[in-house]
């Protein structure tokens, strides 16, 4: 197996941990989720059902029933009037399962108490005269009620997985609503997988970009450094030409976008030359008619080499064109005034200028004002050249 495959096998292991990773953290999220909504429909149910069994513990002690009646029948102790009364409350008050009268002192604080004891939970009433004036002292009403029965009567949805659960305590907070109901349902996976698959696809456009990114500026430096051990002048040469078409454009006014693009262009311009012979790059004489054409081809060379990166589609044609004269008479293309890109046409002055003033191994450079001298009467755009020169003269 050789390294490539390796490192697809290694790409594909990475994808499928990450996905791993993020299906489960969505289903931690989503689960959370759930259980959040399961338990606010936990509280309210048994807020709605606590609810019921006050309205309906309500109804019987404020006089839906025959308070006098069951007063005199509980001080008389007449059984079968008793009898009768519980099954009068029994089909009004559907919730409750018996009736006793149980040996208990009623503190008249309230009509009536709801309590849970061993399981069950109880609401015990004071037995009172229509105007609650006059209580039996020491015995009250007792029905134990079936929330459960209730809550199936009443609140409970067919679909619904709640239950209820008594637990010991006094009073009304004894009544749990406990949802039975499995927290991870299909749809959650299905959601988690989705967000699974949607971060696994940001993650890997990410990675593509940086990766295409990293490549670029790691292979461009590479060549770069290259081309800086071939001819050691064009190294240099190259960064100084883009600072000085930098500084041009943004005399221009050009956006730092713009000013980025020529800067590239700048340090690229030449990097061409790494397909041309040492021995004429570095020739100290002058050049042959053939060893000037095979020099000339560098602008194409570089335009090859640029193009390769997707994201330098326009550094590569300006390096294409950076000497395109004004007149026709620059190469590869011949091309003249405007169709000549702007970019390039600054590239050149640049160009030319760091030439000029820069000593070479077969003559000392010129000095600027002879060299602006000398670039007023070439093909160059003058306006350009004027804005160097007004720059140096200052
Ligand atoms: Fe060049």
Same mark, same amino acid.
């Given at each position: 197996?050789?390294?490539?495959?390796?490192?697809?096998?290694?790409? +594909?292991?990475?994808?499928? &941990?990450?996905?791993?990773?993020?299906?489960?953290?969505?289903?931690?999220?989503?689960?959370?989720?759930?259980?959040?909504?399961?338990?606010?429909?936990?509280?309210?149910?048994?807020?709605?059902?606590?609810?019921?069994?006050?309205?309906?513990?309500?109804?019987?002690?404020?006089?839906?029933?025959?308070?006098?009646?069951?007063?005199?029948?509980?001080?008389?102790?007449?059984?079968?009037?008793?009898?009768?009364?519980?099954?009068?409350?029994?089909?009004?008050?559907?919730?409750?399962?018996?009736?006793?009268?149980?040996?208990?002192?009623?503190?008249?604080?309230?009509?009536?108490?709801?309590?849970?004891?061993?399981?069950?939970?109880?609401?015990?009433?004071?037995?009172?005269?229509?105007?609650?004036?006059?209580?039996?002292?020491?015995?009250?009403?007792?029905?134990?009620?079936?929330?459960?029965?209730?809550?199936?009567?009443?609140?409970?949805?067919?679909?619904?997985?709640?239950?209820?659960? &008594?637990?010991?305590?006094?009073?009304?907070?004894? &009544?749990?609503?406990?949802?039975?109901? +499995?927290?991870?349902?299909?749809? =959650?996976?299905?959601?988690? /997988?989705?967000?699974?698959?949607?971060?696994?696809? !940001?993650?890997?456009?990410?990675?593509?970009?940086?990766?295409?990114?990293?490549?670029?500026?790691?292979?461009?430096?590479?060549?770069?450094?290259?081309?800086? +051990?071939?001819?050691?002048?064009?190294?240099?040469?190259?960064?100084?030409?883009?600072?000085?078409?930098?500084?041009?454009?943004?005399?221009?006014?050009?956006?730092?976008?713009?000013?980025?693009? !020529?800067?590239?262009?700048?340090?690229?311009?030449?990097?061409?030359?790494?397909?041309?012979?040492?021995?004429?790059?570095?020739?100290?004489?002058?050049?042959?008619?053939?060893?000037?054409?095979?020099? +000339?081809?560098?602008?194409? &060379?570089?335009?090859?080499?640029?193009?390769? /990166?997707?994201?330098?589609?326009?550094?590569? !044609?300006?390096?294409?064109?950076?000497?395109?004269?004004?007149?026709?008479?620059?190469?590869?293309?011949?091309?003249?005034?405007?169709?000549?890109? /702007?970019?390039?046409?600054?590239?050149?002055?640049?160009?030319?200028?760091?030439?000029?003033?820069?000593?070479?191994?077969?003559?000392?450079?010129?000095?600027?004002?002879?060299?602006?001298?000398?670039?007023?009467?070439?093909?160059?755009?003058?306006?350009?050249?004027?804005?160097?020169?007004? =720059?140096?003269?200052?």
């Amino acid at each position: 197996m050789d390294s490539s495959h390796v490192i697809c096998l290694n790409n +594909k292991l990475v994808n499928i &941990i990450i996905f791993l990773i993020i299906f489960i953290l969505s289903l931690f999220g989503l689960h959370q989720l759930n259980s959040d909504r399961i338990s606010e429909n936990e509280d309210l149910t048994e807020n709605a059902l606590h609810a019921f069994i006050i309205s309906n513990a309500n109804g019987v002690s404020n006089g839906y029933f025959q308070w006098d009646e069951m007063l005199r029948a509980v001080l008389n102790n007449n059984q079968a009037q008793l009898n009768r009364y519980e099954n009068e409350i029994t089909s009004m008050f559907s919730m409750n399962d018996d009736m006793e009268i149980i040996e208990k002192r009623f503190d008249g604080s309230a009509l009536y108490d709801i309590i849970t004891r061993d399981g069950t939970t109880y609401i015990e009433f004071g037995i009172f005269d229509s105007n609650a004036d006059f209580y039996s002292p020491d015995q009250m009403i007792r029905f134990s009620i079936d929330p459960q029965n209730i809550f199936d009567q009443t609140l409970s949805n067919p679909k619904s997985k709640y239950h209820v659960e &008594i637990i010991d305590s006094s009073g009304i907070e004894g &009544i749990r609503v406990i949802n039975t109901e +499995k927290p991870l349902q299909l749809f =959650h996976y299905v959601s988690a /997988f989705s967000l699974a698959l949607l971060g696994l696809f !940001l993650i890997q456009s990410f990675r593509q970009f940086s990766i295409t990114s990293h490549y670029e500026i790691d292979g461009l430096s590479n060549i770069v450094m290259l081309l800086s +051990k071939k001819d050691s002048y064009t190294a240099e040469h190259s960064i100084e030409v883009a600072n000085i078409a930098v500084f041009i454009a943004s005399q221009l006014g050009y956006s730092k976008k713009e000013q980025r693009t !020529l800067l590239k262009a700048g340090h690229l311009h030449d990097i061409g030359k790494i397909g041309i012979s040492e021995s004429i790059l570095n020739k100290s004489g002058k050049l042959l008619y053939e060893e000037y054409e095979e020099i +000339k081809k560098h602008s194409l &060379i570089g335009y090859e080499i640029v193009s390769h /990166f997707p994201n330098l589609k326009e550094v590569a !044609l300006i390096v294409k064109h950076h000497h395109e004269l004004l007149d026709g008479s620059g190469y590869p293309d011949g091309l003249k005034g405007s169709e000549i890109p /702007f970019k390039s046409q600054i590239l050149n002055v640049a160009d030319v200028f760091n030439a000029l003033t820069t000593d070479r191994p077969y003559r000392k450079g010129f000095d600027k004002v002879q060299a602006f001298e000398i670039m007023a009467q070439m093909p160059l755009n003058q306006e350009l050249v004027t804005i160097l020169r007004t =720059h140096y003269k200052k």
